[in-house]
């Protein structure tokens, strides 16, 4: 027969194992939950090549004389539409053999070294075009600045989740 000790710490941990998945469990409001990922509209929509060129400017106080330097700049490194990068075909992946992946793969890393390697040589042109002064400020920008210039990560087209 168990002893009356062992009932009372098994109702205990029962008890607490469910106000723990109480706790961890969202909660929602009259709409219930959100879409996965949020709603679209949260996503702030990416400035333009005129904001970001106005930016860069302003930045580095260039010149009237450098403008086109840095609208070139600004052209060469704008983020692709999200509408014009591919968009990945989860029936074709799935029938193809792994060597048939990895050329893909292949391509793909081609094209995005393709894509770096304009964005470098637009990156020198411009560079070139600047002051000692304005150089140490562009140089001083962090990474993360420098990336919404050159257009973020090479257009290798949206993950999507099974």
């Avoid at 052209?75 to 992946?93: G, I, S, Y």
């Avoid at 070139?128 to 993360?144: N, R």
Wanted: aromatic fraction near 4%; glycine fraction near 6%; charged fraction near 20%.
């Amino acid at each position: 027969m168990p002893r009356p000790a062992a009932i009372w710490s098994g109702v205990v941990l029962a008890a607490a194992c469910a106000a723990t998945a109480l706790a961890a469990e969202p909660m929602h409001g009259p709409g219930g939950p959100p879409p996965p990922g949020g709603p679209k509209s949260e996503r702030p929509e990416p400035p333009s090549n005129e904001q970001r060129a106005a930016k860069l400017k302003a930045m580095l106080q260039l010149s009237p004389s450098q403008g086109a330097a840095a609208d070139a700049f600004v052209v060469a490194t704008a983020p692709p539409d999200p509408e014009d990068l591919p968009k990945p075909d989860r029936e074709k992946l799935e029938a193809m053999s792994t060597p048939e992946r990895l050329d893909q793969m292949d391509a793909m890393h081609k094209e995005a070294e393709q894509h770096m390697a304009k964005v470098e040589a637009a990156t020198r042109a411009f560079y070139s075009s600047l002051t000692p002064s304005q150089k140490a400020a562009f140089d001083a920008l962090p990474p993360q600045t420098m990336m919404g210039f050159a257009g973020g990560p090479p257009p290798m087209g949206p993950r999507e989740r099974p």
